[in-house]
């Protein structure tokens, strides 16, 4: 599978007072052990990607002493040997962000569609462990989907993820509780940490379909929603900001364009999803049994709709069963959701990267630039911009179910509360199709 932008609206507006909810006390909740066969409680760290052959992460010896030694002059040097290059390649298309096709939840039941996730080479870790613990829920069907709420509650917890919230997160950044009114207006927050997480659900009936096996089961959505107050924005220097506005000028692209879904902003709603099914019962009849549900399709979120997108699917190899919860790793102060450790992943896309790194290489072998020094300096520079600045950042403490888990209900149907569903900058979340 690969990893697929989306395109939602997003129009950010202030929040409101809050009252911040402080969970210091290491009594409050302790991280989770992972199944024994798993040592310790980290997450594994994303797998080596393809990049172009000269990218070198940390970049070398060579070319941090060269760009050492060219001072404080460094980048008018390097602008005087660039400004008469007349050999460049062509630019890659970084403002057409292609739609890419919605996967077919009946053909991910029935075992078409690609296993695995192009967003890491990394496996993903399950936990199995019962969830216990108090939920918001109505009785009966409330918000009017033909699901009982207790079922929705009790096969939303089947398969509620483990989060590991990096630390270090700022003081007042941290899961946010909204009023009972159609916009986002923050009452409360849970941080400094912010353990155990809130999470806010949705399940969601999307019909029949035939598995693998030639079995006719009744397949969920189920929505899971880590809803913080505020977006820290990336963590970068001036000096970060001053390269990257460099680089993209000699590759052609503008700083402003780069840093796109990077800036810090008010409400940040992220979150991930499982496609799950069962066997039917009976034909027609939705399995009502949360223990005979399989999660067939993961997806998780970062920086949705941007020029930076990094969600992606998982489709495992096998479906998991209830009570197998996959590990989830919520990034420091961005928030993107992924299934393996993301510090340092490089967030600008794979394309731009390899475009620099070939456009340095032609300047080069065509003789337009002629100093070994500001090749290795010009190498040096892009490693830092690529692989040190516009990176994610993350510290692991642990994972944790979350608690409290509410049940928003339906748009248009909210329940315990969630009228705030409804704001534009939340509901496509949970209109907009995913499988």
Not at 31 to 58: F, M, Y
Not at 259 to 281: C, F
Not at 345 to 361: N, W
Request: aromatic residues 8%.
């Amino acid at each position: 599978m690969s990893v697929k932008p989306r395109r939602l609206a997003a129009a950010v507006a202030a929040a409101t007072s809050f009252v911040l909810i402080s969970t210091m006390s290491a009594a409050v909740a302790d991280p989770i052990k992972p199944d024994p066969a798993v040592p310790g409680a980290a997450l594994p760290a994303d797998a080596a990607r393809a990049i172009h052959p000269l990218a070198v992460p940390g970049s070398t010896p060579e070319r941090r002493a060269a760009l050492r030694k060219l001072g404080p002059s460094a980048r008018e040097k390097l602008a005087q040997a660039l400004a008469g290059a007349t050999v460049r390649q062509a630019a890659p298309d970084l403002k057409a962000v292609p739609e890419p096709a919605v996967p077919s939840w009946k053909d991910v039941v029935g075992g078409k569609a690609g296993k695995g996730s192009a967003g890491s080479g990394a496996t993903p870790r399950f936990t199995t462990q019962a969830v216990a613990g108090p939920r918001f829920s109505l009785a009966a069907d409330g918000d009017a989907d033909g699901l009982d709420d207790g079922f929705e509650g009790a096969v939303a917890d089947a398969f509620t993820p483990v989060y590991h919230v990096s630390a270090n997160e700022r003081p007042l950044t941290g899961f946010a509780r909204f009023a009972d009114a159609p916009t986002q207006s923050v009452v409360a927050v849970r941080s400094n940490p912010p353990v155990p997480p809130t999470s806010h659900f949705r399940v969601v009936p999307l019909g029949f379909a035939t598995n693998g096996a030639g079995q006719q089961v009744s397949v969920l959505r189920l929505d899971y929603l880590t809803l913080w107050n505020w977006d820290d924005g990336l963590d970068i220097t001036t000096a970060c900001r001053a390269d990257l506005i460099f680089v993209g000028g000699f590759i052609g692209f503008n700083a402003s364009l780069l840093l796109e879904g990077l800036q810090a902003h008010a409400i940040d709603n992220e979150r991930s999803a499982a496609l799950v099914a069962a066997p039917v019962p009976a034909p027609g009849v939705f399995n009502t049994d949360p223990a005979a549900y399989s999660a067939y399709s993961y997806y998780t979120a970062g920086h949705e709709g941007t020029f930076t997108d990094t969600s992606a699917y998982f489709v495992p190899s096998q479906p998991v069963p209830a009570g197998g919860h996959i590990n989830l790793a919520l990034s420091r102060a961005k928030h993107a959701t992924y299934t393996f450790n993301p510090d340092f992943l490089p967030l600008l896309p794979g394309s731009l990267i390899s475009f620099a790194y070939a456009t340095v290489d032609l300047l080069w072998i065509s003789g337009q630039i002629q100093d070994p020094l500001l090749y290795l300096a010009l190498l040096a520079l892009l490693d830092g911009v690529f692989f040190a600045c516009f990176v994610e950042h993350f510290t692991e403490m642990g994972g944790f179910i979350a608690d409290p888990r509410i049940n928003v209900g339906e748009p248009g149907r909210p329940i315990n509360g969630s009228s705030f569903i409804a704001d534009g900058r939340l509901a496509p979340k949970l209109t907009v199709p995913l499988w």
